[in-house]
């Protein structure tokens, strides 16, 4: 009787990653023959960057003794490996003298050093891959695929942005043209102006703008006027950007910015109604309740058109991870040709961690965030403004002037920022100490007691302080503001 033969399948081998474990050996045995070649490419790659881990470990302890200025050959090398496993597997000692025994790693030194590079990247992009695949087919927690996507590319960042450090060197020439174009592009906006501008010509004249790579701490207790002040400097760089271009001025050129505003308290229609009432001189409670004639809210609708394509974006989503924040703000680089020059976030303690302290250490958090901020202000070369809160310590003490130590919750504030600005308005607090109201039959001590009170008030009524308490870049000091709230604008005081 005959049998049916069955097609038996071919069993597929499994794939291996990519790898040239050949390079590694050439381009180590060439750094051992000529300690010049170790020199140029120690900071070239990482012990990570190689495929078999002994030769990882053998290129970090090339990178130790180099950076001791000690001779790197088989016999230097040997006692750091002596009880080495996988030393052992591979032969012991004795493999490190095999590695130079041929000098054809010397010819093309620098060109394996860079295929180790490209395929470590390779390796990192399938691990992503890898893990972005068992996250999205694991539904056992948590159905967020936004929150993944999110994930997934900040860590397709972190591999693209590995291995620049060569990049980063610049020559004392090149550090000199970029510092002398800063002086130009301050000469030609008038002076006193070499970063974005705030819009407050008193402020610019303090600080010469918001310069590129800055981490700025705007703080203050709530009343003060923060996201006023925020919204009022992020409005004037992006609308000084707007007339910059409608005038024919090179971007480059511009101390305006396209602004990218995280708002994690307010809504964005909220944002949008201050500055309108800015910008229409209308009331924005005014504005919230309906009550305008038909001529303020021609006003209004006349402001909206001519704000049309301010290139002001607003994120309102709350409760972002400072992950999160890294990628919209690098997706928003990207569909807009890379023309953010400014940052916004409203405020930094609404702000999450990564989740990976197991404590729950709020401080450790607070500090993980800020350097975090500050890392976005370096990687993307762009100044990023931080709002924060200020401790209640403020509110014991009889002078309320805000200082470095009220920072709230983390030191680390202070220290990862350049600079750190308090909003302060006594106003906020005379007002809160009004005496009572005199009546008929009252004595003349409280009638006397409440016409000192409103003198007082009067002094001090829409008058602001910018407290400028740290500046890398120059002199600490104060700016006196006026501060209207029925539109929540700031100003100069030679406005009025």
């Given at each position: ?421 308090f909003v302060y308005r006594e106003d906020y607090y005379v007002a809160s100490k009004e005496p009572k109201r005199p009546a008929e039959g009252d004595s003349s001590k409280i009638f006397e007691d409440h016409a000192s009170w409103a003198a007082e008030m009067e002094r001090v009524y829409g008058l602001a302080e910018l407290i400028i308490a740290k500046q890398r870049h120059g002199a600490t000091g104060k700016v006196r503001m006026k501060f209207d709230p029925t539109i929540t604008k700031f100003s100069d005081l030679a406005d009025y």
């Open positions: 009787m005959a049998t049916l033969a069955f097609p038996v399948p071919a069993v597929a081998e499994p794939q291996q990653l990519p790898r040239n474990v050949e390079a590694e050996a050439a381009m180590l045995g060439a750094m051992m023959i000529d300690n010049r070649l170790a020199d140029d490419l120690v900071d070239k790659l990482e012990p990570g960057h190689f495929f078999e881990p002994v030769h990882g470990r053998i290129f970090a302890a090339i990178k130790t003794l180099r950076g001791n200025d000690m001779l790197v050959t088989p016999v230097t090398l040997r006692p750091m490996f002596d009880a080495d496993e996988g030393m052992r597997e591979l032969g012991g000692p004795a493999y490190l003298a095999g590695l130079t025994g041929s000098g054809a790693g010397l010819i093309g030194a620098r060109q394996f050093a860079q295929q180790i590079y490209d395929l470590a990247m390779l390796r990192a992009l399938v691990s992503v891959g890898r893990t972005l695949v068992d996250r999205a087919m694991d539904t056992s927690e948590e159905v967020n695929p936004r929150a993944q996507i999110e994930l997934a590319e900040e860590e397709l960042f972190k591999v693209a942005a590995d291995g620049g450090s060569e990049n980063t060197v610049k020559s004392f020439a090149q550090a000199t043209t970029a510092a002398v174009k800063m002086a130009e592009r301050a000469l030609n906006s008038g002076g006193n102006l070499s970063g974005v501008t705030t819009g407050i010509d008193s402020i610019n004249a303090k600080i010469g703008g918001m310069h590129h790579s800055d981490l700025m701490i705007l703080a203050g207790r709530p009343g003060m006027g923060k996201t006023s002040l925020a919204t009022n400097i992020a409005f004037n760089a992006a609308r000084r950007w707007m007339r910059d271009m409608a005038d024919g001025i090179a971007p480059k050129d511009s101390v305006g910015a396209k602004v990218a505003f995280f708002s994690l308290e307010m809504s964005a229609d909220q944002l949008a109604t201050r500055i309108l009432a800015e910008q229409s001189q209308i009331s924005s409670e005014s504005l919230r309740m309906g009550k305008i004639s038909r001529t303020e809210f021609a006003q209004l609708a006349a402001a909206a058109a001519e704000l049309e394509n301010l290139p002001l974006f607003i994120d309102d989503t709350g409760g972002l991870s400072i992950g999160a924040l890294h990628t919209r703000v690098r997706r928003l680089q990207r569909r807009h040709n890379n023309e953010i020059g400014l940052v916004v976030v409203d405020y930094l303690q609404l702000l999450s961690g990564s989740g990976k302290s197991k404590d729950g250490n709020r401080v450790q958090e607070i500090s993980e965030i800020s350097r975090g901020l500050k890392t976005l202000a370096k990687d993307l070369n762009v100044p990023v403004l931080a709002l924060s809160q200020l401790s209640r310590a403020v509110e014991s003490r009889e002078d309320k002037t805000p200082m470095l130590s009220d920072l709230r919750e983390s030191g680390s504030i202070e220290q990862d920022a350049d600079m750190v600005w």
